[in-house]
């Protein structure tokens, strides 16, 4: 019995991992119990349990992180980390606690029912880590520019006429507003100088995102990415961040699958119903993709900052960001010309050019095997 493989099943919170095992077999799987979420206490349990090269351990993606993932693997031990959202559930089951989670993974463990998702790599992650960290900060930013501009409203103040929000006119124009009451004027000082320590942060981001874009370990394939229409450092880096390794899609409607831009399907006998995207797995990549295809609403060319990215870059690199122009910007037309909405054609076209980010990426990885 000490050979036998064993399938455990971890609910892993902040202070307490609790335990389950299911045997090799079809028994039923036991409840170990709960163990505190240290290191030593992992440990301990792993030399409880037996022959690590027997121990086959699942756990569910969430904050936590992947620590354990990384402690298990320098332990010899193989380690899944299970995607929440496919988990299968019991639609009559309304008791929900971590005895039960526990019990649950090891047994569709087991049963080979769980799916599992994409570890990064350390520095994969610490690059996720530095993008997200500038998306916060302009969500922030954004939110400081609304606190200011409403605090305006409420005291009647508008921009004069033909300035817009957030020029360097409208910036100007701040400067010289004066208030009657001195609490007005505090508050108003603080609005603006919170906004002001916003984007120096953002400033800051985005020069170190400069210098991994240029000197880092996926910098070849950052650089390459800036050869596409709508893709400048910012997008590519953040991209690459996301995804980590573009080797393990298979083709490029996976890709497309991942990111939860394919359409979303009810078809049964000989009716066949397609609705909206799935919009399954990454937002954060959709939501670049989408971003960028609205630059091929104009015209193909290759000119000013694009012209500067794709200098250095392989001719193959070139002529698939040249196809991506034509190919989209006719696309984006032609939905509209049927009547479908900008965000409906832009949508189409975001799909279409995951297609090309995965065709660059690939010949990227080929150049350098080669």
Not at 316 to 324: G, L
Not at 330 to 337: H, I, N, V
Request: aromatic letters at 8%.
């Amino acid at each position: 019995m000490k050979d036998t493989i064993k399938y455990v099943g971890l609910d892993v919170h902040k202070e307490k991992i609790a335990v389950a095992i299911a045997e090799e077999g079809r028994g039923e799987p036991r409840y170990w119990g709960v163990i505190p979420h240290k290191v030593e206490d992992i440990k301990k349990l792993v030399n409880k349990l037996g022959d690590p090269a027997t121990l086959r351990v699942c756990y569910e993606a969430g904050s936590s992180g992947y620590g354990l993932y990384r402690l298990f693997l320098s332990m010899g031990i193989y380690c899944a980390v299970i995607a929440p959202s496919l988990i299968p559930k019991k639609p009559g089951e309304r008791i929900k606690t971590d005895r039960r989670d526990s019990i649950r993974l090891a047994q569709l463990f087991r049963s080979g029912e769980l799916t599992s998702i994409y570890v990064p790599t350390e520095e994969d992650e610490i690059l996720r880590d530095l993008v997200r960290a500038r998306e916060d900060a302009k969500e922030d930013e954004l939110r400081a520019k609304h606190r200011l501009t409403k605090f305006l409203l409420r005291h009647n103040i508008r921009a004069p006429k033909g300035v817009k929000n957030w020029t360097h006119k409208y910036r100007e124009w701040l400067n010289t507003l004066k208030f009657e009451h001195s609490s007005s004027k505090t508050v108003f000082k603080e609005y603006l100088h919170h906004l002001y320590e916003i984007e120096q942060r953002i400033k800051r981001l985005e020069e170190e995102i400069q210098v991994q874009a240029t000197e880092g370990v996926h910098a070849p394939m950052i650089q390459a990415l800036q050869a596409l229409r709508g893709v400048a450092i910012i997008t590519a880096t953040s991209l690459v961040a996301e995804i980590g390794s573009f080797r393990r899609f298979i083709s490029a409607k996976h890709f497309m699958s991942y990111v939860g831009l394919i359409p979303s399907e009810h078809s049964s006998g000989d009716s066949r119903r397609q609705g909206d995207i799935t919009k399954t797995r990454n937002r954060h990549v959709r939501r670049l993709l989408i971003e960028s295809a609205w630059s091929y609403r104009y015209q193909p060319a290759v000119k000013g900052e694009l012209k500067r990215r794709q200098e250095g870059q392989p001719a193959s690199i070139q002529a698939i960001s040249w196809k991506a122009q034509n190919r989209l910007h006719k696309k984006y037309f032609r939905l509209l010309s049927r009547g479908k909405s900008g965000g409906k054609a832009v949508t189409a076209v975001a799909r279409e050019l995951a297609g090309f980010i995965w065709a660059i990426t690939q010949e990227v990885e080929n150049l350098a095997e080669a």
